[in-house]
């Protein structure tokens, strides 16, 4: 059972277009990551966002978390080539073990 | 960057055979995981440790085994690869939050 649904899987675009990625549950999390990962290498985390409502940018990326802790969503304005990557949301459950559940991933490929 | 190392980085080995795979950290991060990533379904954990000596089971545990004897070190075992268990292997720590720091991987091949 996959509890955090992303979508989409795959995105194309050209370079200088906006997208959305969506990280989708039924289940409340205490808190949630963004990772991304290049061919080869492990996930680099993002960012962690823990309150509901919350809202966090990194230069051109914006991320936040629903009201109700169940989703959310990774905004890229003006994509570049080296936004191009596998993205993962990651939902704890409990901040006791550290565990997270891992979405399957969006694959970003950003043309030039 | 955290300082995680994996070995070895790539394995190719033979069915029925024992593979360990090392993950080592400098970090003294209390939490250890170990996931496999595979087409379709994301990272998904197999085992993890919350200290010494004590580790518990992920979602897809059956057919692996680990060990952590040592803060620094987290092993896992394959104790009898199958083709099945081709697949990429992640290990990453945790201090004491939810946010995890992952290695760079190794890539096993189970012919």
């Known amino acids: 059972t996959q509890l955090l649904e992303q979508s989409p899987q795959f995105l194309s675009i050209q370079e200088g277009e906006n997208l959305t990625v969506y990280c989708n549950s039924s289940s409340v999390f205490s808190s949630l990551q963004w990772y991304r990962q290049e061919p080869g290498e492990g996930p680099v985390l993002l960012v962690t966002v823990v309150t509901g409502g919350e809202v966090k940018k990194l230069k051109r990326l914006t991320f936040q978390f629903g009201d109700a802790r169940k989703d959310s969503s990774l905004h890229i304005t003006a994509a570049q080539p080296g936004d191009t990557g596998l993205y993962l949301c990651a939902g704890a459950r409990s901040s006791n073990t550290g565990k997270l559940i891992f979405g399957q991933g969006t694959t970003l490929q950003v043309k030039p | 960057d955290a300082g995680i190392t994996q070995s070895p980085r790539h394995k190719v080995t033979e069915t029925g055979t024992p593979v360990t795979l090392r993950c080592h950290q400098t970090?003294?991060?209390?939490?250890m995981y170990w996931y496999r990533q595979d087409p379709g379904h994301g990272l998904r954990l197999i085992h993890y440790s919350y200290g010494v000596k004590d580790t518990d089971k992920g979602e897809v545990s059956d057919g692996y085994s680990v060990s952590r004897s040592k803060t620094e070190d987290f092993l896992l075992t394959l104790e009898s690869a199958t083709s099945s268990q081709t697949s990429v292997y992640f290990c990453?720590?945790?201090?004491?939050?939810?946010?995890?720091?992952f290695g760079p991987g190794t890539r096993l091949t189970v012919l």
């Open positions: 970090e003294n991060h209390r939490y």
């Open positions: 990453a720590i945790s201090r004491t939050s939810d946010t995890q720091y």
